[in-house]
């Protein structure tokens, strides 16, 4: 009997604890629900929009038209801009032909969305890289004749107009006549000498001096580059010229960039089984190129800049190029697809297709006509034979440099040295395709050298080529700025990669992917060892191997930190 009373007991404790143990558990999931309901809130959208949008640095480039007839050789006066513009993600979804605010995310999600790395809060090392003396050199000002293009003076100005209004009298009042702006849909301008009413592609070309395209500081580059992703475009028809599939594009205020479509994906990497002659052009090595360009304190690559765009509305329903409008074609995953005509890859078997409407670009600023500009084309010494089979006269002969080192316009001046700049930028690069260069004719032999189309770089990140480096290896010889400013970039406090990531980190196409991927990045570090491995290897065997274009600053303002 008491064993009995015991058991039951004993039971009846069991079952309390039991249910003293159940309800703390349940207590427990309660708890534990609430804090992870309040750890997943997410912060408000203006703050989440303010913290993500990169922030891009004054870019810009542009084309010239017939509207420009205003202009003739030579500029006065210095030009200063308007204030900055800083486009976010949103900028391509804007309400003009072509609107993309509906396709914006799917194309994210097709392309392959990618994060924008951000900057370490309160520390920029691009800003820091452009703040260095080496960045900052002081210059004589510009000369009259040292601007490429000028503003008609007032009684120029009469002139022309004085010729325009016999034209006009000539026209009867009742004829249908209208303005080629209004029957086509061109902005009406109302330019004057006042700079603030002229589109900042003219205020580009109006910068362009015998140094450089442009100014760093130029605030008229961020506008520029801010016009090239927004604004509406007009009109669209293939470029002549050349071997693959460009298109040239216009804008309404009369500005023109030159569109390279997106051909492959980011990672994709050359074939090592193709020549250097026979690989796509990319439309991320053409806004690369001009970004690392900038890095290197060049200048010399007319802006570029990314942009998403509808092949559909942008493109295939305005152009006015039968001969592109015909290659339009549907393809059976449902994408609007198109080739063109061209020497390369122009075929049904290699389009350019949207996702489905929706295509990755590169625009790049047009320089000023030639009409207004005359360019020179200079066939490089280094060229390379284009050959499968013949190798260059420079590629046999290791004391090439000799001969060129005697032949104009490469026996005095800074054009030897202004060509080496190039070889280092096309090693950084990869870019072997470099046959010509160009110049401005106004200037003659004085003046910088054009580094323009550069959509064979950036194809293979794990492998190098020396032979890039020829001209530099054979001539050992190079500009005292440019050493400085690689031995800079050489630095952990301003690294090549660093700097790049931060600064392709400005273009609207960032929020879509990382324009060059992490070893892209990688091997311009690779790379840039190399190039200063060249220069101590002619230092040790030469003893004039450096250009000194720095002469008259102190080695102690211009060595401290480089």
Not at 243 to 253: A, D
Request: charge should be negative.
């Amino acid at each position: 009997m008491v064993r009995r009373n015991l058991g039951q007991s004993t039971r009846s404790v069991y079952l309390g604890l039991a249910c003293i143990s159940l309800t703390l558990h349940l207590l427990l999931a309660v708890f534990c629900l609430s804090v992870l309901q309040s750890a997943c809130i997410l912060p408000s959208s203006s703050s989440s929009t303010s913290s993500t949008v990169p922030r891009i640095e004054p870019l810009s480039h542009t084309s010239s038209s017939s509207a420009a007839a205003s202009l003739s050789n030579k500029q006065p006066t210095n030009h200063q801009h308007g204030e900055r513009h800083q486009p976010s993600v949103g900028t391509f979804d804007h309400n003009g032909n072509g609107s993309l605010s509906k396709d914006t995310e799917q194309a994210k999600k097709l392309i392959g969305a990618g994060k924008v790395i951000p900057k370490e809060r309160g520390h920029s090392k691009l800003e820091e890289l452009f703040k260095h003396p080496l960045y900052n050199l002081p210059r004589p000002a510009l000369q009259e004749d040292d601007w490429l293009l000028r503003l008609k003076t007032d009684a120029e100005a009469e002139e022309t107009e004085k010729e325009g209004k016999s034209k006009e009298d000539s026209i009867t009042s009742d004829s249908d006549w209208q303005s080629a702006s209004e029957e086509e849909g061109y902005d009406k301008t109302s330019w004057t000498t006042d700079k603030e009413t002229h589109p900042p592609w003219l205020r580009f070309h109006l910068g362009i001096s015998r140094r450089e395209l442009y100014d760093r500081k130029d605030l008229n580059l961020a506008q520029l580059t801010h016009y090239l992703a927004t604004e509406r475009i007009l009109g669209a028809v293939q470029k002549k010229g050349g071997t693959q599939l460009k298109l040239l594009v216009s804008f309404p205020n009369y500005g023109q960039a030159l569109l390279k479509p997106m051909r492959q994906s980011r990672d994709a990497e050359t074939d090592v089984n193709l020549f250097y002659f026979s690989d796509f052009e990319r439309h991320n090595a053409e806004i690369a190129g001009f970004h690392l360009d900038r890095v290197l304190g060049f200048n010399r690559i007319p802006p570029v800049v990314g942009r998403l765009i509808n092949v559909t509305t942008e493109i295939r329903d305005i152009t006015t190029d039968e001969r592109l409008s015909r290659t339009f074609f549907t393809s059976p995953a449902g994408n609007v697809c198109f080739y063109g005509q061209c020497e390369y890859y122009c075929s049904t078997e290699n389009p350019v297709c949207g996702r489905p409407h929706v295509l990755e670009v590169s625009l790049a600023t047009m320089l000023p006509d030639l009409s207004l500009a005359p360019r020179r084309s200079w066939r490089s010494p280094w060229r390379r034979s284009y050959s499968r089979t013949k190798l260059a006269q420079w590629e046999k002969d290791s004391a090439y440099c000799d001969t060129v080192k005697k032949t104009p316009p490469y026996n005095h001046g800074t054009r030897l040295v202004d060509l080496i700049d190039m070889a280092v930028l096309d090693f950084l690069m990869s870019n072997m395709d470099r046959h010509h260069y160009e110049t401005f004719e106004e200037f003659g032999n004085d003046t910088f050298l054009l580094h323009l189309d550069n959509g064979r770089a950036f194809g293979r990140h794990s492998q190098d080529e020396p032979s890039i480096l020829a001209p530099l290896a054979q001539c050992c010889r190079i500009r005292r700025s440019t050493l400085l400013r690689l031995r800079l970039l050489s630095h952990p406090d301003f690294r090549l990669s660093d700097v790049m990531r931060e600064s392709l980190a400005q273009d609207p196409l960032t929020a879509v992917a990382p324009l060059l991927s992490e070893p892209h990045l990688s091997a311009l570090d690779r790379r840039l060892a190399t190039v200063l491995g060249v220069v101590q290897t002619c230092q040790d065997t030469n003893t004039d191997v450096v250009y000194n274009d720095l002469d008259q600053y102190e080695d102690q303002q211009l060595e401290d930190d480089s």
